[in-house]
């Protein structure tokens, strides 16, 4: 592999210039900003780095950007990323532009560089090393490229099962992975599923002088009322049949949370969030296996009357509340969203609407595929020490809908450290993880192959 290394290694400037110019394109999919360009862009990135890419179209959103490119083995690999960005609020708190994709200090400062336009430059540099240093790649590649990830890829599952050619291959790498605050790699087997929904409770027509409180029923409290069915104190989401099918850990997972439960410092998490303790006062492997493996149900939003500053005695007309649900193997979102509609029923709070978007089904990838130990052990010898190896993220994505739906094992690992900051102010990526990132795909290709 010494070839390849040193390919990358004498080209690391211009895949850094890769990088910022893709970066510079902004790709918003929660506001649909920039998609189209974007993936023209990544296209003619592609093309002039010998990979024959083209977008295919998807109905109701913005294209796929896809490559298949042969190789010697008879396996073939598929990389899944996505090319869109979050928001960039709140913009006052960023040092530089978030699309100026400045370098300061070793770091690249760009929405979108660590999640994930620098794992998909990161990848096809790989891609291109193996072309021009020994014009063939040791096994199959195929790239999938999303413009809705952000956004809870709405339109991929169905896209996928209408042309599963598209995603066919023996394994998959996932879009992204990172180096923790010891700056140990952290590669994941699998993500949670999410079951978004919104509940509404309404009352008169209008607002009202909150005098008419003993005669006009209050949405506000059927709300809460009606959300205080949902989970105890316990933890325990009462729902029933919700924990239905809910996964245990295999013994090998559950030695691997030990391992994960030994690398944390729980207690610097816990002080760095001013808590006084974890929920149920967990510790340990314990407190990683509830993280990993225990799906949720959180209030993320709630909505009704007056919550200015001061009192405003009011009655109000409609209330309502945003929740997720974190779901894990075997819950299916679907099931999950009918079973809250009936439990609401027979509570009943039949009258209470249910609106459900953001539905995407867990998945997860058996330990002993053979791609996790190439990947692992490809780790191994570019990072200079085992990776981490996380059976889930507590996180989704849409990996059921890659990968689950045909049964692809998937890893994911990336550019990432503990400090790049996805989703928020000053995102950024560490050049020198950049460049390692892609000596560990080139010698993931070779060695998948
Ligand atoms: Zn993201």
Redesign the pocket.
Known sequence: MDDLFRYIDTHGDAFIHDLQRLCRQPSISAQGVGLEECASLLVAQMQAKGIPARTEPVRGGPPLVVAEIPGDGPRTLLIYDHYDV?PVDPLDEWTSDPFAAEIRDGCLYARGSQ??KGNIMARLAAVEAWLRVRGRLPVGVKFLIEGE??IGSPHLGETLRERPELARADACIWESGAKDHRDTLNIYLGVKGICYVELEASGANRDLHSSAGATIPNPAWRLVWALATLKGPDEQVRIPGFYDGVAEPSPAEMAQLERIAAQRDDEAIRRDLGLRVFLKGLTGAELVRHHLFRPTCTICGLTAGYSGPGSKTVLPRRASAKIDFRLVPNQRAEEIVAKLREHLRREAYGDITVRAFGLEDPYKTPFDAPIVEVVAEAAEEVYGHAPIILPTMAATGPMHAVCGQFGMPAVGTGIGHAKGN??GPNENIRLADYIQGIKHIALILERFG
Request: net charge negative; no cysteine; aromatic share 0%.
């Open positions: 979050q999640d994930t990830e952000e996805s989703h």
